[in-house]
Every structure is written in C-alpha cells, then in structure tokens.
C-alpha cells in the first residue's frame, strides 16, 4: 500500500489552521519530483513513523509544536541512529513548509539545541568498508563460472568500483549510455545522466578503461551483455535460478551483490554494502596520490566538497600527512 507524503483534507488544514486549501495531485506531483526518489521514498517512511510518534503521544504531527520536535529528537536518541532522527527532521521540516506552516517548528530554538547535544553525544555510525582493488581481485577470483549470475555479478562489482558511482546511479544505467572510445586511452564512456547532486539532470561523463587484465570492467561488461543477449535498456538485471534475465536491478540489490561476492570471498562478514564500491574508488586513489580534483571528475563530486575527503576511511594517520616527513622532528 503507497501512503501519500501529505495526505491532507480540508478538514485536518481547517482544524490546524496551517493552510487554506488543499494542494492538488499535480502539485503534489511536482514537489515529489524536487526530492531524488530515494528521498522521497525514505520521507514517506519518515511520515508515518513520526505520525505514528505523535499519536501514541498525544499531540499533533502537523503543526507540530517545537516541544513536540525537541521531545522527539530526545525520545528517539537511544533508539535510532542520529542520521536517521537528523533526517525524520529534516522531513518534518519540508512537510511544514510544503503547507506553508507559519514558524516551523523544525527550525526553533529548542529544536536546535536538542540536535546540537544529539551531535555532540552520537557516537560515530557504523559505515561500509571500502571495497578497493585488493579484495576485487578476491572477489573475482571467488565468483568464477560462466553462469549468468556470475557473470553480471563480475561486471557490476567491477564497472561499480571503476566508476566510483552510487548505487542508485550504477543500477540507472543503460546500454545507450556506454560509448566506445577508441581515439586516445582505449576505453568507454559513461554518461551518468542524473545524481543525488544534480537533480536537475545536466549529468556528467565517467570512464571505464579497458586494461587488459583480469579486473578490466570493460570486459567484465562486455561478456555480460553478450551473454545475457542484453543490446538496449538496463545494463544490470535480475536473474533467476533457470537462468531467465529479468527487469533492472534496484539499489538495494547492488548492496546484496557485494555483501554476498565479500562473504565468498572469505571477507570479513558484516562490513561491506554497495557503497563499498564507491568509497573503495576513492580510498584506492587517494592512497595512490591523486588529487581530490581527479577523483571528482570521475565521482562526480564537486572538488572542493568536504564530503569526498569521508570516503578516504581506512587511510592510516602517517598517509600524506606532513607530520610524517623524514627529518621533520
């Protein structure tokens, strides 16, 4: 059943005083379209989780007071993550504001605050292991076999890493956004035709090169296709276990693949996802030397984004750092 982000009648507005009319599918429609669809999907979750908060509570969701805000942030600070409670705000915040709530709450002093202490006292969030060249090579050599299954599954761990891409952005991609180059490095091009940062879909080129060697996402790709007999549409597709090629892959299904190759592998369990492969990307290359402004070109992030610098997790604290030059001390 699909719950609505904001099922409002003209009854709930007039009680609440918040608005004075009901905002209309199309309208509805096009504020879904200003959110990426993962977004938009983990706020409707966000929705009735908060909705259903308030109501065992005693108070109202919308509009919510900023007692009722700060109360949440405080109740839900031992049992959910703080990204996650930071994120059910921050939904709270755009609900108030996509029905022109006067004063958001979200935005009070008392909320503040309570987030300032969620911040200073969360502790530091489990993350995804980065999946560099390394343990590809464990992966590969663990996923042999000529089955349909194997093979995609070589070609997306592969053509993921190479890319440095999300998760969301890899299961997008279609054949009609591979181009063979020929003139220069040998290689293809991939157009990365929209992104959690470019909503507005003016999209960016990536590389995959052609290597030559065991863990060249190029091959990888090509035997794939040519199994699969895939010539058009989705690259990466379900399989099932007659062997029979299905619909694209979800994002969540990327996160499948690569706990499931690592565990073959002999990986250690429980730290590998499909943001693996693009924090991998970056990890590999900036221990490699290369600047931030080379990563991002592949990446898609923007040079200067601090965000990029978190991908580098498992960097030892002697790596590039000037402390650490010979003769210094």
């Not at 065992?56 to 109740?75: C, F, I, M, Q, R």
């Not at 002093?109 to 980065?130: D, F, N, Y």
């Not at 993921?160 to 969301?168: N, P, Y």
Request: with cysteine; aromatic share 4%; proline share 5%.
């Amino acid at each position: 059943m699909t719950t609505q982000l904001i099922p409002i009648t003209t009854s709930t507005i007039s009680q609440a005083g918040a608005v004075d009319e009901v905002l209309q599918e199309d309208t509805l429609e096009l504020m879904r379209g200003s959110l990426a669809p993962a977004t938009w999907r983990a706020y409707q979750a966000d929705r009735v989780a908060l909705v259903e908060w308030c109501r065992s509570h005693g108070v109202e969701a919308l509009p919510a007071t900023p007692a009722t805000v700060a109360n949440y942030v405080g109740s839900m600070s031992s049992v959910l993550a703080p990204a996650t409670v930071l994120r059910r705000v921050a939904m709270w915040s755009w609900w108030h504001e996509s029905v022109n709530v006067e004063n958001n709450p979200c935005r009070s002093s008392e909320v503040r605050k309570a987030i300032r202490g969620l911040r200073r006292t969360e502790s530091r969030q489990s993350v995804a292991s980065p999946l560099t060249a390394a343990e590809l090579g464990l992966i590969l050599e663990s996923t042999k076999g000529d089955s349909l299954v194997n093979l995609r599954d070589r070609a997306l761990i592969t053509v993921g890493l190479a890319l440095g891409c999300r998760r969301s952005e890899l299961v997008a991609l279609n054949v009609e956004d591979l181009t063979e180059v020929d003139q220069g490095p040998s290689g293809v091009a991939v157009l990365i035709r929209r992104s959690k940062t470019d909503q507005e879909g003016h999209g960016h080129e990536a590389w995959l090169p052609r290597t030559g060697r065991l863990t060249c996402p190029v091959a990888a790709l090509n035997e794939w296709l040519k199994v699969a007999g895939i010539t058009e549409g989705p690259l990466f597709r379900s399989v099932t276990r007659h062997g029979v090629v299905g619909g694209r892959l979800s994002g969540r299904s990327v996160s499948t693949i690569v706990e499931v190759a690592a565990t073959r592998a002999g990986l250690p369990t429980g730290r590998w996802s499909g943001h693996s492969l693009r924090a991998g990307f970056v990890t590999d290359h900036a221990r490699r030397g290369a600047e931030t402004r080379t990563i991002a070109r592949q990446t898609g992030h923007s040079p200067t984004s601090p965000v990029i610098h978190r991908y580098v997790r498992d960097l030892r604290p002697w790596h590039d750092n000037a402390a650490a030059n010979e003769g210094w001390l």
